[in-house]
């Protein structure tokens, strides 16, 4: 017993810091730069935070916000919030006879200054969508509930599936994908204002600034969609005063359903995306809904499919609007039953994997727990450093 009690003290020490899970990189040479590379070179830094699977209060990226702008030198300044829809885009909107569907997110900016040069801010906006799903997954809970189940089934079927999993489920209800597109097109617009604090937005400056994403496990599946769908399925639409500049609502002659986000809005913030970071990706997972039943594919040709239809696509998009191909960086631990590794190829610089432990119980690489093997790499020092300063090899 107590042979088994010191090697599980052992255990828990080594997984906490690190002894028993060095990262792993793919390719083995990658190097990527981090948003150093754009504070130092940049004025104004704006990072989109789009959050995964599960419930998440408004304040869940306040502390990766703050402790990156400490490891970048940024002092804070302030935080604003808003409640997304307001109340009059919603007004007209026939998404759910009956109910009110403003206030559903969250759009939160925590503002950072450097402290030797006012002028450079660093801005990290995150858009917390999950009260979207919530009334749904409150009424699986509520069915589900058994008090014979066992302890640790209790949390992973509460934590892992129900409050999880099932919003990737929810997300591919056409509905609840284009409502979450929706908050997520206005974050990027608001983004774009050139000062995304005022009380009124302004558009003037439509070169000012960088973009950083970084988006972790559904968060990227709903990135990928906004590039590639847009949001356009809106008939009737009162605009928010400050939002006129940068949206048109003008539609050929015909076609019956005006565009909501017409593609302008979103090239516009993708001719400055300078990086992405997918953190627990799902990509693989989720993208399996669009393969063709075939009994002969080969698991290379998959590859490729995944490679070029999730990933490529991604940068493609972003270096036709600003002439320079953003690199992608994926985190994923091992042990996270719902992340999944992306297709390296060897000779391709512009992806780049990194494999880390960051579940908070990981027995002798017998056990480990997999909700915050999931979860966690937000909460990893590592990760946030890496995010931060890049990987440079000499």
């Known amino acids: 017993m107590k042979i088994f009690l010191f090697l599980l003290l052992i255990s828990i020490l080594a997984s906490s810091c690190g002894i ?56 804070y300044v ?12 919603l007004k007209q909107l026939n998404l759910h006879p009956g109910q009110d569907l ?14 030797k040069n006012q002028e450079k801010v660093l801005r990290f906006c995150s858009l917390v969508w999950s009260p979207v799903t919530e009334a749904s997954k409150r009424w699986l809970l509520k069915l589900d509930d058994d008090p014979r189940r066992a302890l640790l089934n209790v949390f992973l079927k509460k934590k892992v599936m129900t409050d999880g999993f099932s919003d990737a489920v929810i997300y591919l209800n056409p509905v609840f994908n284009e409502y979450i597109r929706i908050n997520l097109g206005f974050a990027m617009a608001h983004m774009e204002a050139d000062d995304p604090m005022a009380a009124t937005l302004s558009f003037e400056d439509p070169s000012k600034g960088k ?36 949206i048109d609502f003008h539609s ?11 593609p302008h809005t979103i090239e516009r913030f993708a001719s400055k995306v300078e990086g992405i970071y997918m953190l627990s ?15 002969s594919i080969s698991a290379d040709t998959l590859n490729n499919i995944a490679y070029f239809d999730w990933y490529k696509q991604i940068q493609d998009f972003i270096e036709t609007k600003n002439g320079n191909r953003p690199q992608l960086v994926v985190f994923n ?37 997999p909700g915050s093997a999931h979860t966690r790499i937000d909460k990893s020092a590592r990760a946030r450093r ?9």
Not at 213 to 239: C, E, P, Q, R
Request: hydrophobic letters at 40%; one cysteine or more; proline letters at 9%.
């Open 211 to 246: 973009n950083i994403i970084i988006s972790a496990s559904l968060g990227s599946k709903m990135l990928w969609d906004m590039f590639h769908k847009g949001v356009d399925s809106l008939k009737y639409f009162t605009m928010p005063p400050g939002f006129e500049d940068i």
């Open 333 to 369: 631990d091992p042990n996270d039953l719902l992340g999944f590794r992306i297709p390296i190829k060897a000779n391709n610089k512009d992806m780049v994997l990194v494999s880390m432990k960051v579940a908070l119980f990981d027995f002798l690489h017998l056990i480990a727990e």
């Open 281 to 295: 990706n799902q990509l693989p997972l989720i993208g399996m809904v669009g393969f063709q039943p075939n009994t």
């Open 102 to 115: 403003s206030a559903q997110s969250y759009f939160r900016i925590m503002e950072f200054r450097d402290p």
């Open 386 to 394: 890496l995010i931060a300063n890049g990987l440079i090899r000499k």
């Open 78 to 89: 302030q935080t604003k919030q808003w409640s997304y829809p307001t109340e009059p885009w």
């Open 20 to 75: 028993l899970s060095p990262r792993r990189i793919q390719p083995p040479n990658a190097k990527f730069k981090g948003i150093r590379h754009s504070t130092d070179s940049e004025n104004v830094v704006n990072v989109l935070l789009i959050h995964g699977m599960g419930r998440k209060k408004n304040t869940h990226y306040d502390k990766l916000s703050r402790c990156m702008a400490r490891e970048l030198g940024y002092e």
């Open 252 to 262: 050929p002659p015909d076609s019956i359903i005006p565009p909501f986000l017409p």
